[in-house]
């Protein structure tokens, strides 16, 4: 299986700050990478698919990136309503996987 | 749009079967791919396994030797079948659709517990 390792497992930051989280893939996954949040109670919503492309209707504060093996997802500036935990999730080999997954709170 | 959403016991005794359905609304099952995550309480997601419309299946190989997925496209279900649960399978399991490539929409997930 390809593990994707996440990090970190949770950050506090302040409104408006700029948020990175990273996800690196124990092998070549290409850009076969997703990013979901999810909010307490809720079910994942997908974010950013092949690693970089903003679903339509997320907002512009939210982006992804891709460097090899390392991925990096981005919020620009942080919001209130942006509290939640994120997972990062490849597609390149089956079993599909997730990260462990990034516990976002307000400072 | 598609909806998803679970149903199913929310309580299975330990050595039993654990059976889920996922009915679809919004769109036609005969297309994309259909599949079950779930995420035990506190913790993060897991995989099970996916169907398409045709049947055809794939499993995670740390449950293949349990599960089960089928479809019926006169119902528009999809359905999870989970054999011989322990506590370790007490999860939130989610029904997602697999658009290929990314997992979206999502139902809003339903608790099973295993136990006595």
């Known amino acids: 299986d390809i593990q994707m390792t996440q990090s970190p497992s949770s950050l506090s930051a302040s409104v408006g700050d700029r948020v990175t989280i990273t996800c690196q893939a124990s092998?070549?996954?290409?850009?076969?990478l997703n990013w979901y949040q999810q909010k307490p109670g809720k079910p994942p919503k997908l974010l950013i698919y092949?690693?970089?492309n903003l679903k339509t209707g997320v907002p512009s504060r939210f982006s992804g990136s891709e460097s090899g093996t390392d991925f990096t997802f981005t919020i620009s500036s942080l919001q209130p309503e942006d509290i939640a935990t994120y997972y990062c999730q490849q597609y390149d080999h089956l079993p599909w996987t997730f990260g462990q997954g990034t516990k976002v709170e307000i400072k | 749009q598609l909806q998803l959403q679970e149903s199913g016991p929310g309580l299975v005794k330990p050595s039993e079967t654990l059976s889920l359905t996922c009915t679809v609304s919004?769109?036609?099952?005969?297309?994309?791919?259909w599949t079950w995550i779930r995420q035990p309480p506190g913790k993060g997601l897991e995989w099970i396994g996916y169907?398409?419309?045709?049947?055809?299946?794939n499993y995670n190989p740390s449950l293949e030797s349990r599960v089960s997925i089928s479809v019926d496209t006169s119902k528009n279900q999809f359905s999870l079948y989970l054999s011989s649960v322990t506590a370790a399978d007490t999860a939130v399991y989610y029904c997602?659709?697999?658009?290929?490539?990314?997992?979206?929409?999502w139902g809003q997930g339903t608790l099973v517990i295993v136990s006595s």
């Open positions: 997602a659709t697999w658009v290929p490539n990314w997992f979206d929409p």
């Open positions: 169907i398409s419309h045709t049947g055809s299946t």
């Open positions: 919004g769109g036609s099952i005969s297309n994309f791919y």
């Open positions: 092949d690693a970089s």
């Open positions: 092998q070549d996954i290409s850009n076969c």
